[in-house]
């Protein structure tokens, strides 16, 4: 229920169109839900932010170059 919570405050905006249809859920349905269903859409939650990390454009500066951030090593 905690990612659920989580991920129920999701930016829009942070899905790709075709993926935000996972914000209209039913959240009252969801939480009563058994628990695979809540899993289910977990995990499609973070499949699609994933997906949309991944296609999102490179950040372009106001000169037009290319800002590359580092990327923190587990």
Same mark, same amino acid.
């Given at each position: 229920? @905690?990612?659920?919570? @989580?991920? #129920? ?11 935000? !249809?996972?914000? +209209?859920?039913?959240?009252? !349905? ?6 695979? !269903? ?12 994933? #997906? ?6 490179? @950040? #372009?500066?106001? +000169?037009?170059? #290319? ?8």
């Amino acid at each position: 229920m @905690d990612k659920v919570r @989580d991920l #129920i405050d999701t930016d829009p905006m942070d899905l790709l169109p075709e993926n935000r !249809h996972l914000l +209209e859920e039913d959240f009252e !349905h969801l939480g009563r839900a058994p628990s695979s !269903h809540r899993e289910y859409w977990v995990a499609e939650m973070e499949t699609a932010l994933a #997906i949309a990390r991944q296609r999102r454009p490179p @950040d #372009i500066d106001t +000169e037009g170059s #290319i800002k590359y951030s580092r990327r923190r090593r587990k």
